[in-house]
């Protein structure tokens, strides 16, 4: 019912930025949280940042500073700037929206930093 969508992921040198965004279709009901994981290839996953309805967000400690969560419930849409990206930023990132009944998983965008 519910289709995520990322975008903005890419090949990008350490110390450059990345904007990533996640668009879910159709109506949602309510929207309680909205957040960003990533995952490393043969890694787990890993919450990056989150922001709850209240409005309180959380980062990972390896990217707090440099990384930036932001959300428009009405657009139904998440945003992560990074800023100063390390090659160990490297990794799949996942959106994942969180209603009252469901959570909903975008299928990721791949971040690529070199060093």
């Known amino acids: 019912q519910v289709q995520l969508v990322e975008s903005g992921g890419g090949l990008v040198q350490a110390g450059g930025s990345l904007r990533l965004s996640c668009a879910a279709s159709?109506?949602?009901?309510?929207?309680?949280?909205m957040g960003w994981y990533r995952q490393a290839p043969g890694k787990q996953r890993e919450l990056v940042a989150v922001v709850i309805s209240g409005g309180s967000t959380n980062y990972a400690d390896s990217v707090k500073g440099r990384f930036t969560i932001s959300s428009d419930n009405a657009k139904e849409t998440v945003y992560l700037q990074m800023n100063s990206l390390k090659p160990e930023d490297t990794a799949v990132y996942y959106c994942?929206?969180?209603?009252?009944?469901?959570?909903?998983w975008g299928k990721g965008t791949l971040v690529t930093v070199s060093s």
């Open positions: 994942k929206i969180a209603t009252r009944g469901m959570d909903y």
């Open positions: 159709g109506s949602m009901l309510r929207i309680n949280s």
